[in-house]
């Protein structure tokens, strides 16, 4: 199984800053690659695939990066509805896994 | 546009069976365009995989459950199913079913909206 870590746990961020979040692959998983946003009380929502192809509803402000085993999601300037968990995500081999999350909070 | 619903009891007894449906309308289950499948989330905590099946039927599982899932579609009713034997407290979480893979690029959309099941006494 593909142990996916993302550091850190916890972001303060400034509405307005900008904001990198890591996920590490235990090994490479190419640019299978997701990320996700989770708002209290709602499902996942997917943002990025590919390690960098952005879901056409998602805002130019976030873009994701990376391959093999590091990867990073950059959120160019925070707005108040992205305070949220993130999540990444591979899917190069079976089991799918998922990492812990980070949580971005307002600072 | 593909929108998927979750159904099934919110409570289930330890040993017992926990039984879930999708309902996906905006779109054919029988479309070989898709991978369907399960995820769930612990109150509190993150998300795990759970299975999925393709449109040949081909299932595929996390092993940490210890074969004691299944999932399968019924093309008739436009839905696909998740069975879980033996539960425990452990099991306790949201499940969402969702598109695991679709189009040939994978990262999962749609989501349904979840369903929390309890395993309790």
């Known amino acids: 199984e593909i142990v996916m870590t993302q550091s850190p746990a916890t972001l303060s961020v400034s509405p307005g800053e900008g904001a990198t979040l890591s996920c590490r692959a235990s090994?490479?998983?190419?640019?299978?690659l997701a990320w996700y946003q989770q708002k209290p009380g709602q499902a996942p929502r997917l943002l990025i695939y590919?390690?960098?192809i952005r879901v056409s509803s998602i805002p130019v402000r976030f873009s994701g990066s990376g391959s093999g085993t590091e990867f990073t999601l950059t959120i160019s300037s925070l707005q108040s509805e992205d305070f949220a968990v993130y999540y990444c995500?591979?899917?190069?081999?079976?089991?799918?896994?998922f990492g812990g999350g980070t949580k971005v909070e307002i600072k | 546009q593909l929108q998927l619903q979750e159904s099934g009891p919110g409570l289930v007894k330890p040993s017992e069976t926990l039984s879930l449906t999708c309902t996906v309308s905006?779109?054919?289950?029988?479309?070989?365009?898709?991978?369907w499948g399960w995820i769930r989330q612990p109150p509190g905590k993150g998300l795990e995989w759970v299975a999925s099946?393709?449109?040949?039927?081909?299932?595929y599982y996390n092993p940490s459950l210890n074969g004691r899932v299944t999932i399968s579609v019924d093309t008739s009713k436009n839905q696909f199913s998740l069975k879980l034997r033996s539960v425990t407290a452990a099991d306790t979480a949201i499940y969402y079913c969702?598109?695991?893979?679709?189009?040939?690029?994978?990262?999962?959309?749609?989501w349904g909206q979840g369903t929390l099941v309890t395993v309790s006494s």
């Open positions: 969702a598109v695991i893979c679709s189009g040939g690029s994978c990262g999962i959309d749609p």
């Open positions: 905006g779109g054919s289950i029988s479309s070989n365009n898709y991978f």
């Open positions: 590919g390690a960098s």
């Open positions: 090994q490479s998983v190419s640019s299978s």
């Open positions: 099946i393709d449109y040949r039927g081909n299932t």
């Open positions: 995500q591979q899917y190069d081999n079976w089991p799918l896994t």
